[in-house]
Structures are given as structure tokens and as C-alpha cells.
């Protein structure tokens, strides 16, 4: 079972640069989120989508914009990288509110330059 | 707004007990409890919903305060398997929202 799925694993930018960060899950979940984690931060929230056909932003969406897909994938896209979106990316996902759990994918570290 | 938890962080010898602290100035749906090795993925522990029981499993468990928004996680006779980060997270309409997390470090 892939669980959730996060590509790339790793990836280097140049500030300015434009990249997605792509998240699919096998689970047939019905929410997914985003987080960033940074030292010291914990996990931020940046967009979840509590179902397919919504979006909403969480603590931390300046500079990211999100696209649900369909209901396998959760997409976020850096329009123009900063050296501050530098981070860990988590993307997790869950089959509904009363289930709870979230299940997260392994991360996909960011550097931007 | 992130819950907040105490303490940042703890060392434990084997065997001894500790308790996690969370709390949130908003009205919560349920309280998550997760917890991170190093380089890895947050791990689910238990949740703990409006209105429920206080949970737990083997040797961690947790409670809820609804009243006070407050949430507590109990790790007992501790072994060196739970070492690592520990994050709760709150829940409000759907949204899930992390705090900054309590490293625990279990020494032989």
C-alpha cells in the first residue's frame, strides 16, 4: 500500500522560480492537507481541502496557492519562491472528520536559493 | 492560531513517567496527539473528540478538558522507543493546526 505519496522528495530553486508539489493518496480520503515544517515551528498549516471541490487556506498561504484535482490528488504550487519558503512540505490526507487520523506522506525538502 | 504545549522538551531516564501539555484558546471538535522521529513522517497516536473518553494504549494515554480546551498526554514507564517530537494538534471546522511540538529524549 503507497499510503500517501509526495513527489519530489527534493528539490533546489532559485528565487523566483515557480514549482508544484505534487501529493496523492490511495486511501480513498476524502481531506487532505499541507503543512510546512521549520525548526522550532512545528507544523504549519498552509491549505487543506476538507473535501474534493474545496479549498481553504490555513495559518501560513501567502505565496502558495493549492488545487484539488480530483480526490486522489493535492497539489500546491510556489508561484514565485522566496528564500523564507524554505522548509519540509507534508502532505497529509484523512478519510473524514470522525475518522480523524491523519496520515502523512514522507516530506519533500525544499531549498530555494 | 497554533495550541500551545509545554514543556519544549524533556529528557527521561528508562521507566520514568512524563506528561505532555496542549492547550488552545478555541473551541475544539478534537485533540490529535502525533508523534515524529527524526527525518521521518509525524506518526498518529490517538485522538480524543468533544464529548468522548480518554483514550489510550499500552503505556501512553491521553485526556481532554472540553471546559478548558486543554489536552494531556501521559507516557508511562517510559522506554527508549519513545524518544522523539511530540505534536498535538487541535481541530476547529475541519481545519487541523499543529503545535510547535515537545522533544522527549529517553536515556538509559
Known amino acids: 500500500n503507497a499510503g500517501v505519496t509526495q513527489t519530489p522528495k527534493f528539490q533546489v530553486l532559485k528565487t523566483g522560480q515557480s514549482m508544484t508539489l505534487q501529493c496523492a493518496q490511495d486511501?480513498?480520503?476524502?481531506?487532505m492537507y499541507w503543512y510546512r515544517q521549520d525548526p522550532g515551528m512545528g507544523l504549519r498549516l498552509i491549505y487543506y481541502?476538507?473535501?474534493?471541490?474545496?479549498?481553504d487556506k490555513g495559518e501560513v498561504p501567502n505565496g502558495y496557492n493549492v488545487s484539488r484535482l480530483n480526490k486522489r490528488e493535492f497539489s500546491l504550487r510556489l508561484e514565485s519562491a522566496a528564500p523564507s519558503q524554505t522548509s519540509v512540505y507534508f502532505c497529509?490526507?484523512?478519510?473524514?472528520?470522525?475518522?480523524?487520523?491523519?496520515?502523512f506522506g514522507e516530506g519533500s525538502r525544499l531549498t530555494v536559493l | 492560531q497554533q495550541p500551545v504545549q509545554s514543556p519544549q522538551a524533556v529528557i527521561l531516564r528508562e521507566g520514568e513517567d512524563a506528561v505532555i501539555n496542549c492547550s488552545s484558546s478555541?473551541?475544539?471538535?478534537?485533540v490529535h496527539w502525533y508523534r515524529q522521529k527524526h527525518g521521518e513522517a509525524p506518526v498518529f497516536l490517538m485522538i480524543l473528540l468533544k464529548g468522548g473518553e480518554q483514550k489510550g494504549h499500552d503505556k501512553i494515554s491521553a485526556s481532554f478538558n472540553e471546559k478548558k480546551q486543554q489536552s494531556s498526554l501521559y507516557l508511562t514507564a517510559s522506554q527508549l522507543s519513545y524518544s522523539g517530537t511530540y505534536f498535538c494538534?487541535?481541530?476547529?471546522?475541519?481545519?487541523?493546526?499543529f503545535g510547535t511540538g515537545t522533544k522527549l529524549q529517553v536515556i538509559p
Open positions: 486511501m480513498n480520503h476524502n481531506s
Open positions: 481541502s476538507a473535501s474534493e471541490g474545496t479549498t
Open positions: 478555541k473551541a475544539l471538535y478534537s
Open positions: 497529509a490526507s484523512r478519510l473524514d472528520r470522525e475518522a480523524g487520523e491523519l496520515f
Open positions: 494538534g487541535t481541530e476547529t471546522h475541519q481545519k487541523v493546526t
